[in-house]
């Protein structure tokens, strides 16, 4: 397991693979790529959050953990008078974020690392499927450090199977009351406040 889709750098050799993604009205052709999250599709949580999460709000929106961008490429052709920053640590990834946006012609992406995001942004909303597979003790420090950025709610896709109601009790119990909004294919869809 060295070549993790949270890894800086993957180690396996680029293999890109083109699908598109069909949602709420909207439709990307996306580019995926060995070495990041859900190659080649679009994984069954993803799809529940954008099917199941309320409409995006207007403003800075964050995508945590974006891979190779289909949250925030539907926020941004949601909403493109936003700024939707995809953040994650894979460089493939942000790579594949940058090119996706630019052929469908996004421009208000900002596909960074977490540290390129100039301290003073707030955002209205953060949409993530979370790295969970990275382990407790990272995704606790994800969300303890962008969670206090976040004006209005966040929108968070776990696998029931994987912790959804442990975390949203952790979260309640760092001060982030959180409900379950939808429940769909073994996954849940919580709110953040």
Not at 67 to 82: D, E, F, N, T, V
Request: include cysteine.
């Amino acid at each position: 397991m060295a070549d993790q889709y949270f890894s800086e750098q993957p180690g396996s050799a680029s293999d890109p693979v083109a699908f598109r993604l069909e949602i709420g009205g909207v439709a990307l052709d996306l580019t995926t790529d060995a070495g990041v999250f859900a190659r080649g599709r679009l994984d069954k949580g993803t799809r529940v959050l954008l099917q199941h999460a309320p409409e995006p709000a207007d403003g800075d929106l964050l995508d945590l953990g974006c891979g190779y961008g289909p949250i925030a490429l539907w926020l941004a052709a949601q909403r493109p008078a936003s700024t939707v920053w995809a953040l994650d640590v894979n460089d493939r990834a942000l790579d594949l974020v940058r090119s996706n946006a630019t052929a469908a012609r996004l421009t208000n992406v900002r596909a960074c690392r977490p540290d390129e995001v100039p301290g003073d942004v707030r955002f209205a909303q953060m949409w993530s499927n979370p790295p969970i597979r990275a382990g407790k003790a990272v995704l606790h420090e994800l969300l303890l450090r962008w969670l206090p950025r976040v004006d209005g709610a966040s929108y968070l896709v776990v696998s029931k199977n994987l912790g959804s109601d442990s975390l949203a009790r952790w979260l309640a119990e760092q001060g982030y009351p959180t409900s379950r909004l939808s429940s769909h294919a073994g996954f849940r869809v919580l709110e953040v406040s």
